[in-house]
């Protein structure tokens, strides 16, 4: 499993959103049949860092990027305010990360978010 969708499972778990319905992984549709639309880019990151005798890198600096979009106002609230709230949401748990596996990790690949 790749870091992209490592990532949006871990955010369908702690969100609570469908991968595919509300969750995209670098995608993200013109019409999400009205709910707010959360996709998860990859995004250029930082060039990685070599170590001496290897042609593999020491680690790798990727980057992600989260867009969200909402067509409906929930309950009397703005469009851009529903959105924002989720796009909060989604970086309060991705800053929870701190150099550890994902609980959906099945690799070797450790986070620092």
């Not at 305010?81 to 959906?104: C, G, H, S, V, Y």
Request: proline share 5%; charged share 10%; with cysteine.
């Amino acid at each position: 499993m790749g870091m992209i969708e490592e990532v949006t499972s871990y955010l369908s778990t702690q969100m609570s959103l469908t991968l595919g319905t509300q969750l995209f992984a670098n995608v993200l549709p013109e019409t999400t049949s009205n709910v707010i639309a959360c996709g998860v880019f990859e995004t250029l990151g930082l060039p990685s860092v070599q170590r001496f005798g290897t042609n593999l890198p020491a680690w790798e600096q990727p980057r992600i990027q989260v867009i969200v979009r909402s067509t409906f106002a929930a309950a009397g609230t703005p469009h851009s305010t529903a959105a924002r709230q989720k796009a909060f949401d989604a970086w309060e748990a991705l800053t929870k990360i701190r150099n550890q596996q994902l609980p959906t990790s099945t690799g070797t690949n450790s986070y620092y978010l």
